[in-house]
């Protein structure tokens, strides 16, 4: 990268032929001249600027999702936008706690004799012993009540189509950047549109060409090394088995005059939303342009009467029922004998639904009892892999 005090220049590296001091160095000048300059500044700028022209936020939302942007033309460069309203995904870890929680207090003030309305003491079908149930409304109305607190609406604004001057489609060796430009990036200015778009194309070109080619080597030898000291050691992970770590291991490597780290982090996650989602998922069917709805204590009923029509056609199409039904919405619909459902969902009889008039009630513990297990049975192995390069003084 060159600097004249009225442009920038930057260089595209070599690109990837091997594990060789030549691709080691143009590794190192692509991080530390080439991504970083270009993604940390001038093509987060444009990607901003280019999506607030649908002039929809997290604040302002559409009236319907989704919905196209009247193409727009800077610098002979045609955009075409789309915005999408979405439930944003939410920390699941404190309502899963707080729920988690709630049924616990429950369970202890039963053992201490306090009652309450909408806990009744029945019979343990298995064991013969009374334990306490919970009203499903009542337990539904918390659930969703706590699950709620950490969801909005938002939007996404993502690019429909990008039609660029012949011209554009060639490859850069090089970028110069104008210093007047970049002190107040504007997309309306003249050259700024093509400016950025050059920008992004030489970020891919040298993030395919020279750095992922490199770190997928070493990522190799540190795997075959990781191979040599763990022996036949597995895991399954993300539906595959794969070779797993059982802690973190380094592998180091020089270069010519370069020390690179490869670092292999075995990180299990646990997936809270997936498990809430298991037990207590209520369907749903958007019609076409309609935004989505943000389920709450107060209209939760609301929806799952809203999917009542549905669901004799919708259940047998799904190709699962998880993911589209929970195990306890399953006693509100009724469908809890059906064939399909009772085999995915094995646990429902543990729930011991009891219906007295038109209240139903299901076991507190089975429903804690679950929500341990899943908080197990949904946890994810992941293998991170963090690259570190060090020139050698």
């Known amino acids: 990268m060159a600097f004249d005090y009225k442009t920038i220049v930057i260089a595209k590296p070599e690109a990837y032929g091997g594990i060789t001091k030549e691709s080691a160095v143009a590794l190192f000048k692509a991080d530390q001249q080439v991504l970083g300059a270009l993604k940390g500044g001038l093509i987060e700028l444009g990607m901003e600027q280019l999506k607030a022209r649908t002039g929809y936020t997290n604040e302002t939302l559409p009236g319907t999702s989704p919905v196209n942007t009247d193409p727009f033309t800077l610098d002979g460069i045609t955009f075409k936008l789309f915005t999408t309203v979405r439930r944003n995904n939410p920390k699941y870890e404190p309502a899963y706690a707080k729920i988690q929680g709630f049924l616990e207090v429950l369970d202890g003030d039963w053992n201490q004799g306090i009652r309450k309305d ?110 040599e000291e763990e022996g036949e050691e597995m895991v399954e992970r993300l539906g595959a088995t794969e070779r797993m770590p059982a802690e973190t291991q380094e592998h180091w490597e020089q270069v010519a005059d370069y020390l690179f780290k490869v670092q292999r982090v075995p990180s299990p996650r646990s997936q809270p939303g997936k498990a809430l989602q298991r037990i207590f998922a209520i369907p749903e069917k958007k019609e076409k342009g309609e935004l989505p709805i943000v389920i709450t204590w107060a209209n939760y009923k609301e929806r799952l009467d809203a999917f009542r029509p549905h669901l004799d056609k919708s259940l047998p199409r799904w190709k699962e029922v998880e993911g589209h039904l929970g195990e306890l919405v399953t006693f509100y619909y009724g469908v809890n004998t059906n064939p399909k459902v009772r085999e995915e969902f094995p646990f429902l009889p543990e729930y011991q639904l009891t219906e007295d008039g038109d209240k139903m009630f299901v076991r507190v513990r089975a429903v804690h009892t679950r929500m341990k297990a899943l908080e197990e049975d949904y946890t994810k192995n992941r293998l991170l892999t963090r690259h570190e390069v060090r020139p050698l003084v």
């Open 118 to 227: 909408r806990v009744r003491t029945y019979d343990n079908e298995a064991t013969g012993n009374k334990e306490p149930f919970v009203r499903w409304d009542y337990m539904m109305a918390n659930v969703y009540g706590y699950i709620s607190q950490g969801v909005k609406l938002g939007v996404e604004n993502k690019f429909k189509e990008v039609k660029v001057p012949a011209e554009l489609h060639q490859p850069l060796d090089r970028l110069v950047i104008p210093v007047s430009l970049m002190e107040d990036f504007d997309l309306r200015r003249p050259g700024a549109a093509r400016l950025w778009y050059q920008a992004c194309q030489l970020y891919t070109d040298v993030t395919q060409k020279t750095v992922e080619p490199f770190r997928k080597g070493l990522e190799e030898r540190a795997g075959r090394a990781g191979e």
